[in-house]
Nanobody, 119 residues
Framework: QVQLVESGGGLVQAGGSLRLSCAASGRTFSSYTMGWFRQAPGKEREFVAAISWSYNSSYYADSVKGRFTISRDNAKNTVYLQMNSLKPEDTAAYYC????????????WGQGTQVTVSS
């Protein structure tokens, strides 16, 4: 069974940056497209970004395109999300998962990491 542990969230002012990490275990990590998702209070979980297993393809939600960058290190079974030019509307709990298009692959979720952007 896959296990996902997210970290790196925090409180930041608008315009600031954060780097999130997700450590995965229990699966052949390098075989899967990995993604980041987020859920704001009172809203459904939404897709943020994903990166293919071979590094050669990444895609983003329109709301974060040009500000966020997803990357991965298959040797460390870790996927990252560099978030720049943060906005208050980026405030949410952030989660990683396998990705099929813009949908999560697995039913299992980690505990997430909270990102709060103050105006």
């Amino acid at each position: 069974q896959v296990q996902l542990v997210e970290s790196g969230g925090g409180l930041v002012q608008a315009g600031g940056s954060l780097r999130l990490s997700c450590a995965a275990s229990g699966r052949t990590f390098s075989s899967y497209t990995m993604g980041w998702f987020r859920q704001a209070p009172g809203k459904e979980r939404e897709f943020v970004a994903a990166i293919s297993w071979s590094y050669n393809s990444s895609y983003y939600a329109d709301s974060v395109k040009g500000r966020f960058t997803i990357s991965r290190d298959n040797a460390k079974n870790t996927v990252y999300l560099q978030m720049n030019s943060l906005k208050p509307e980026d405030t949410a709990a952030y989660y990683c998962n396998g990705a099929i298009g813009v949908r999560p692959m697995w039913a299992v979720w980690g505990q997430g990491t909270q990102v709060t952007v103050s105006s």
